[in-house]
């Protein structure tokens, strides 16, 4: 009866180690795939930023300013609306909010002195809607 006993209780030890191993194993690979994940979708981002910014300077560099100017503003147009999410971002810092407030308010008094419509007209009511709501709040 007692070698039973030291039998099952080994066996809960046992599966408890290894429970806690196999969550400490799963939560550090999820962690690093996440982690690696972010990045590569950073990097990704600034690789096609790069891009776009090689083709605009070789617009500038031909005396195609029309075409520089409409490739930066349509960059403009992109980086906005992500700032207007369906669903507020969790937890941004004060930081964070700071600067999307002051690029907001940048691009808002750059738009009203230079209007623009462009060929996408569903951008264009994103970019409205962002300007006109109510600036990021620290939650």
């Not at 009866?1 to 690979?29: E, Q, T």
């Not at 930023?49 to 005396?63: E, G, N, P």
């Not at 520089?68 to 004060?94: G, H, N, S």
């Not at 002195?113 to 300007?131: E, G, Y």
Request: with cysteine; proline share 5%; charged share 25%.
């Amino acid at each position: 009866m007692a070698r039973r006993r030291k039998s099952l209780v080994g066996l809960g030890l046992a599966f408890l180690v290894g429970g806690v191993v196999g969550l400490a194993i799963g939560g550090y690979g999820g962690f690093r795939l996440g982690r690696s994940a972010i990045i590569d979708e950073c990097m990704y981002k600034d690789a096609r930023a790069i891009q776009s910014q090689v083709v605009a300077l070789k617009h500038l560099r031909a005396a195609r300013t029309s075409q520089a100017v409409e490739l930066l503003e349509a960059q403009l147009d992109d980086a906005l609306i992500l700032f207007d999410p369906w669903k507020p971002y969790p937890r941004p810092t004060y930081r964070t909010i700071s600067e999307i407030n002051k690029a907001i308010r940048e691009s808002k008094e750059y738009r009203s002195a230079n209007p623009r419509q462009s060929n996408r007209p569903h951008v264009d009511k994103m970019v409205a809607n962002l300007f006109a709501r109510e600036p990021y709040k620290e939650k």
